[in-house]
């Protein structure tokens, strides 16, 4: 039976739109993963799974420990539900859920918050200065590991963190540790956005992947030894409980480098479209979402319901979602994924009824779960339950 007959058996009580979570690909993605990590722990990115429930599933699963949240609001969330090491890996402006953080003790020892200048600690204690009894915050500071070249003339890397040098470093956790009772820095982030979520392998342009390789190799070159004397400096000043880099991209070769203690993941668990690009690993699609076909507009066109669910990220045709299953449909170059239809072309169309399902694919992960409240759980042929998504359970935290 192949997966798009065991999917339609599976989900047959079921009316699209829904979406899926295959749990034999996801269970031989972690173990993948796992792998790759080589005994170092994995920190799970909550927005790449965006569900309470499979969050869960997946920390208890051997290799994986703690979570990388995008919101203050959804660590708090997630701390008060269990979850005992949560890494909020952007900065924060929500003086809200700082108060909230520094009064509450419990979550404050779960939760640490990022930083990458004295604004955010300025920021920090003015948000939490009426707050008693006050708990520590943990601190933890984000560091640039983009890579520059040609003496600043040519950057790669996400445009994230100001300080990049170990001297900067220094007098950032020197600031914290010397000057700011009531923060403790606690850890270090890098995240090499352009080894660990560009693909080294694109289809299609031979000479766009070789420089993407010749890019990551000079990169990877630079950034353990930058890495490392940063996490040397920040350590002359201040004891560290992790250091943090790395991405389902990248997880090999980070995890050689002495100075990282942890490595997150969190896309490579669904395995989305944009990650079927790289050499170093091959995924197993593992989230879908199946919409129906309610019209034919010509023997070798069909049109679903629904579809216009474009991922995050510079606008192109790679971040539109993928039509999967049947195999060989494709988008009309004219209306692309629509708001309530997307007509789809090709001549898998031809054998396609009213009422069938197409499967699609998400170009990221996460952002799939913001347009469905519920993951069915596929094993084989057969539903084996549900979970809800940060939606199904009535968060929305971006």
């Given at each position: ?9 599976a ?13 034999a690909?996801?269970r ?21 799974l ?8 997946v920390l208890?699963?051997?290799?994986f420990q703690?979570?990388?949240?995008f ?39 779960r ?26 915050l943990?601190?933890c ?47 270090l982030?890098a ?36 890495r ?12 560290l ?13 980070t ?7 942890e490595?997150?993941a ?7 479209r ?7 690993f ?6 879908l979402?199946a ?6 507009p010509?023997p070798d066109?069909?049109?679903v ?20 299953l ?29 009422g ?33 998504t ?9």
């Amino acid at each position: 039976m192949d997966a798009r007959q065991r999917y339609d058996r599976a989900t047959a009580a079921l009316e699209p739109p829904f979406a899926i979570l295959d749990l034999a690909a996801m269970r031989a993605n972690a173990a993948d993963l796992v792998r790759r990590a080589a005994g170092k722990p994995i920190r799970v990115a909550s927005k790449s799974l965006r569900s309470r429930p499979l969050l869960e599933r997946v920390l208890a699963m051997d290799g994986f420990q703690g979570v990388m949240a995008f919101t203050l609001p959804e660590a708090l969330w997630l701390a008060r539900h269990g979850c005992a090491d949560v890494l909020v890996a952007y900065p924060t402006a929500d003086r809200h859920a700082l108060a909230e953080l520094a009064g509450d003790a419990v979550a404050a020892g779960r939760v640490t918050v990022t930083v990458d200048s004295l604004a955010h600690l300025d920021f920090i204690e003015a948000a939490v200065e009426g707050v008693r009894p006050r708990a520590e915050l943990r601190i933890c500071l984000d560091i640039d590991a983009g890579y520059v070249a040609l003496g600043g003339r040519f950057r790669a890397g996400a445009l994230r963190s100001p300080i990049r040098e170990p001297e900067q470093a220094a007098d950032l956790a020197a600031a914290i540790a010397e000057r700011r009772p009531g923060l403790r820095l606690a850890g270090l982030l890098a995240y090499e956005a352009q080894i660990a979520g560009v693909g080294d392998d694109a289809p299609g342009n031979a000479l766009l992947t070789r420089a993407v390789r010749i890019m990551q190799a000079c990169s990877a070159r630079e950034l353990i030894v930058r890495r490392g004397r940063v996490v040397n400096a920040v350590r002359r000043v201040a004891d560290l409980e992790f250091v943090n880099g790395g991405g389902t991209g990248s997880i090999e070769r980070t995890v050689r480098e002495k100075a990282v203690t942890e490595v997150t993941a969190g896309s490579g668990l669904f395995h989305p479209r944009l990650f079927d690009f790289y050499r170093g690993f091959t995924g197993h699609p593992a989230a879908l979402f199946a919409l129906p076909v309610v019209r034919r507009p010509a023997p070798d066109i069909v049109t679903v319901l629904g579809g216009g669910y474009p991922a995050s990220g510079a606008a192109g045709r790679s971040r539109l979602p993928q039509p999967y299953l049947p195999a060989g449909l494709r988008f009309s170059p004219d209306e692309g994924a629509g708001e309530v239809q997307t007509p789809l072309l090709g001549q898998a169309a031809e054998d396609l009824r009213i009422g069938d399902r197409v499967w699609f694919r998400h170009a990221k992960a996460g952002e799939m779960c913001e347009r469905f409240d519920t993951l069915h759980l596929v094993d084989g042929d057969t539903l084996a339950g549900s979970v809800p998504t940060y939606r199904g359970e009535g968060k929305t935290f971006l």
